[in-house]
């Protein structure tokens, strides 16, 4: 007992030892990869997403780092359901020293992370190093960028005698119309069962159809009815109109209940399937699935807004460094950040946006020329909990889960069971029915 | 202080080991040490999170961040939002099911008590689903259920037109049979096991003296086997209706989290706490469920009590502890 006491006892000493030790760590910005504390001892733990990457990529990335830091155990520890349970993990605590930060309230970051240093110097040299900003401090370094748009199969296209890519809704809805005509593949592929793939739709609610990149963040919190048809094509009631008249039209999967994620790679590849709605990480699974990935393409999102295209952008999943571990174990996750945004290649390699603002573009992006990557801009001092509190009280869930909502719009166009201005107007009475109940104010 | 020591004082004083080997301190030493195990399990695994989750639907909160105190606020919201309730009127397929699965495994039973040829390989065969992973189950249901797969193709076969046949998953208005009956082509086996047991306890003299009687098989089954077993019966239909009430695998593994409109109870109940992260909302459906199987629970047995003047006081008294336990840890 008396042992167990004593051990316990020591135990506390150690993590008040920790904790009051945190204090003084070097600044991200100026750490030099390779050249500082290159005598560092930590063993690491990196909790990610990236289940297909574990035992390929990852042991060839903890190899090139270990060259630079021979004394630094990087262990690399993956989720499946990573959204879900990473959250879970989170609260357990121990759950290692480096996570991608999982869908938090922005006021809870310093619960659990420390700051890379403030949003205003780090974003001189990384994109989206907003993304997870709190009170001016950046905890959460991208792992990559991503951009909106569409990836489509470029053989199908010019076998469905498309010489130009669709720039507004009508003439996307007319290019399906031509694929379902002219060819033996579907469409678009709505990737309807494994749901997330549904709530990817949330991610064209900011520049790709406002060309605003303040639209997420500063504008829908505080407008009234946004869901309302503007008339023009853009707003977040054309995006979705796009995905109900392809549903209404039978322009996707027959049996869209029965749709097979991992399936789909191949079928685009092979040109079976006409075009996703998916962020750009996308591309490269899609080119890497089978023989033909010089057919795979990208484009803007069929959106044009004052004769100009925009892409949203915005941050992939985003390390946050614990701050329940040892000094020596935070600079060391510090060091491993560093290195794997500046020097692993990983977002060139997985067709993202890089996040060192030196770094090269991919060349899926060729597409992109003359269009504008607009990340969405962060929320004004005092909001920043707003969307995160209209989401939650709306049950609408904008890029934060809410795969349902989405769905239900697959399934009331194809079987017409509710037309599509109905649910707008139910999702605008959710929306103002969550602004009345936390007391925003609303701009008439 | 002064007067208990003195009270005391007159007793012959034992030594530890003295006291301790006394039968009487014996006994009670004996119960504790054995009950402490399992009731201390209760209390930690169980009790103790169904406290915590009464004291969490109070609550406005996710699990990271509670958000502040709102009182029954979260009970006010699941009675006046239709939503929730739609969900629980999905059990209603299920219990149908329930019915059917029950009336298949009585019958089933029935036939394979008396001697029938290869009645042990049917017996097995038809269990055989029981003992198969839930997940696993799922799966070979969406693929059997997919346009141009298994069930279209046998069906196929038998000369129905592929082209007429409905989309099982994608079409709402029979999309939840189609997964209720993956949840009765699983769970009837058990159930048949359970009525091939009790019927075995049947006296087999009395068949005798029915047929010497004149009693045709259906009149031994109603007049003989179904009484000796209605005991059994019972608990199976309570055991059936309240699983009914907490249905959650077929919709969530085969339609992804239950789309396209078969969301049960549980599944929004899931929804609710993981996906939108309404932990304390959660918690409040948790609780009224629990309350309903309750309700259930007990005009089921006030029914078979009053209206058909039977005694089921044999009944084992478990029946709601399964589903509550799942709710604790929601």
Redesign the interface.
């Known amino acids: 007992m008396k042992k167990i006491l004593s051990l316990a006892l020591c135990l506390l000493l150690l993590v008040a030892f920790a904790m009051t030790a945190s204090a003084e760590l070097p600044n991200f910005l100026d750490l030099k990869v390779g050249e500082d504390y290159t005598d560092i001892t930590a063993d690491i733990t990196v909790l990610n997403h990236r289940t297909d990457l574990k035992d390929t990529k990852f042991p060839e990335y903890i190899a090139a780092f270990k060259e630079l830091y021979p004394n630094v155990t990087v262990t690399i520890d993956t989720i499946t359901d990573y959204a879900?349970d990473s959250?879970?993990r989170?609260?357990g605590g121990n759950w290692g020293d480096i996570m991608m930060i999982p869908?938090?309230?922005k006021?809870?970051l310093p619960?659990f992370f420390i700051p890379y240093g403030e949003v205003d110097t780090l974003s001189e040299k990384y994109n989206f190093i907003d993304a997870w900003m709190w009170d001016g401090l950046a905890y959460g370094m991208p792992s990559t960028g991503n951009a909106q748009g569409i990836v489509y199969n470029k053989k199908v296209f010019e076998q469905a005698g498309i010489t130009e890519l669709p720039k507004t809704p009508d003439e996307f809805i007319a290019a399906l119309k031509a694929i379902k005509e002219n060819t033996d593949a579907i469409p678009l592929y709505t990737n309807?069962?494994?749901?997330w793939t549904m709530g990817a739709w949330d991610a064209y609610l900011g520049a790709s159809a406002n060309g605003n990149g303040e639209y997420l963040n500063q504008v829908i919190i505080h407008e009234k009815d946004p869901f309302s048809d503007r008339g023009d094509g853009t707003g977040p009631y054309a995006v979705y109109k796009i995905l109900y008249d392809a549903a209404a039209e039978k322009l996707i999967e027959?049996?869209?209940?029965?749709t097979d994620w991992e399936g789909c790679k191949g079928m685009i590849n092979q040109g079976q399937i006409g075009c996703m709605v998916l962020g750009s990480w996308a591309f490269s699974q899609m080119v890497e699935a089978g023989p033909n990935g010089d057919d795979i393409g990208y484009m803007s999102f069929p959106i044009t807004v004052d004769g100009k295209q925009y892409a949203s952008g915005g941050a992939d999943y985003s390390f946050g460094i614990s701050k329940d571990i040892t000094e020596d174990e935070q600079i060391a996750s510090m060091l491993f950040v560093k290195w794997f945004t500046e020097q692993s290649g990983f977002a060139y390699s997985e067709g993202g946006v890089p996040i060192d603002k030196s770094g090269e573009y991919p060349a899926l992006y060729a597409a992109f020329d003359g269009i504008d990557i607009i990340p969405d801009t962060p929320a004004l001092a005092g909001e920043e909990t707003y969307l995160a509190d209209l989401n939650?009280e709306s049950?609408l869930?904008f890029n934060n889960?809410?795969?349902?909502k989405v769905?239900e719009i697959v399934?009331h166009g194809?079987?017409g069971?509710k037309s599509f201005d109905d649910i707008m107007a139910d999702w605008n009475a959710r929306w103002s029915d969550a602004q009345d109940y936390l007391g925003i104010e609303v701009n008439e | 202080m002064a007067q208990t020591l003195t009270a005391k004082a007159p007793k012959p004083k034992l030594s530890f080991r003295e006291w301790i080997s006394l039968p009487r301190v014996q006994k009670w030493f004996v119960i504790v040490t054995f009950a402490i195990v399992p009731l201390l399990l209760l209390l930690v695994f169980t009790y103790i999170p169904f406290g915590k989750m009464i004291e969490f639907s109070l609550y406005d909160r996710?699990?990271?961040?509670i958000r502040g105190f709102v009182g029954l606020k979260n009970y006010t919201r699941i009675f006046t939002r239709s939503d929730y309730f739609d969900a629980m009127f999905l059990s209603v397929y299920y219990m149908g099911g329930a019915l059917i699965q029950l009336a298949l495994a009585l019958y089933f039973a029935t036939l394979l008590s008396f001697k029938t040829r290869a009645g042990n390989l049917f017996k097995g065969t038809i269990f055989f689903p029981y003992l198969i992973n839930g997940i696993a189950i799922g799966f070979i249901f969406?693929?059997f259920?997919?346009?141009g797969f298994v069930l279209d193709t046998v069906l196929g076969f038998l000369g129905f037109n592929p082209e007429s046949l409905p989309?099982w998953?994608?079409d709402?208005s029979i999309?939840n049979y189609s997964l209720v009956a993956t949840s009765v082509w699983r769970y009837m086996g058990q159930n048949m096991v359970m009525f091939i047991g009790a019927i075995m306890s049947v006296d087999p003299t009395l068949y005798e003296a029915a047929e010497i009687d004149g009693a045709n098989r259906w009149k031994q089954f109603l007049y003989i086997i179904l009484p000796s077993i209605k005991t059994i019966v019972m608990l199976n239909v309570i055991l059936s209706i309240t699983g009914s009430l907490s249905a959650f695998e077929p919709p969530y593994v085969i339609?992804?989290?239950g789309?396209?409109?078969t969301?049960t109870y549980f599944i929004k109940m899931h929804?609710t706490a993981?996906?939108?992260?309404?932990v304390g909302t959660a918690c409040a459906m948790a609780v009224v469920l629990m309350i309903i199987i309750i309700i259930a629970t007990i005009l089921q047995k006030l029914f078979f009590r009053f209206v058909l003047k039977e005694g089921v006081d044999d009944v084992p008294e478990r029946s709601p502890k399964k589903p509550r336990k799942k709710l604790a840890r929601v």
């Open positions: 879900e959250l879970t989170l609260t869908a938090l309230d006021d809870e619960n309807y069962a494994a749901g027959d049996d869209y209940t029965t939650a049950e869930r889960g809410g795969d349902a769905q399934e194809f079987n069971t | 996710s699990y990271t961040k969406k693929f259920y997919t346009r989309y998953l994608r709402q999309n339609m992804g989290g789309a396209s409109g969301a929804q993981h996906i939108d992260q309404r």
